[in-house]
Nanobody, 125 residues
Framework: QVQLVESGGGLVQAGGSLRLSCAAS????????MGWFRQAPGKERQFVGY????????YYADSVKGRFTISRDNAKNTVYLQMSSLKPEDTAVYYC??????????????????WGQGTQVTVSI
C-alpha cells in the first residue's frame, strides 16, 4: 500500500515559482517511478512529468519542458515538482501518482495506480 500527500500549492503571480512536494508512505516507494499530473476545471487530467526510481531520469510534457523540474529524495520518500516561469494556464489542481505501467511514454493516467489528494496551484496575471 502506498499513500501520497501533496503540499506546497498556493497563489502566485505569473512569472513566479512554486515547489510542490509529494510525501509517500510505503516500503516500495524507493522502487517506484512517480508522475505529476494536473487538472483544470472542466478539463481532463493532464500529464506534467515523470521520474524513474533508479537514476532519476525524467520526462516532461512539452507545455512545461524547460520550466518545471521533477526530483526525488528516496531517503525522505518525497518527490518534488519545482515550477518556474509560471503562467495563468498552469492553474490547476496538481496530483502526484505512482507509475506501475512500465510503458513509454509514461503519460497515461491508466498507468498510475496510487494518487494523492491534490494541491491547488493558482497563477494570477
Amino acid at each position: 500500500q502506498v499513500q501520497l500527500v501533496e503540499s506546497g500549492g498556493g497563489l502566485v503571480q505569473a512569472g513566479g515559482s512554486l515547489r510542490l512536494s509529494c510525501a509517500a508512505s510505503g516500503r516500495t516507494f524507493g522502487y517506484s517511478a512517480m508522475g505529476w499530473f494536473r487538472q483544470a476545471p472542466g478539463k481532463e487530467r493532464q500529464f506534467v512529468g515523470y521520474i524513474n526510481w533508479s537514476v532519476g531520469s525524467t520526462y516532461y510534457a512539452d507545455s512545461v519542458k524547460g520550466r518545471f523540474t521533477i526530483s526525488r529524495d528516496n531517503a525522505k520518500n518525497t518527490v518534488y515538482l519545482q515550477m518556474s516561469s509560471l503562467k495563468p494556464e498552469d492553474t490547476a489542481v496538481y496530483y502526484c501518482a505512482r507509475n506501475y505501467g512500465g510503458t513509454w511514454p509514461p503519460t497515461r493516467t491508466s498507468e498510475y495506480d496510487y494518487w494523492g489528494q491534490g494541491t491547488q496551484v493558482t497563477v494570477s496575471i
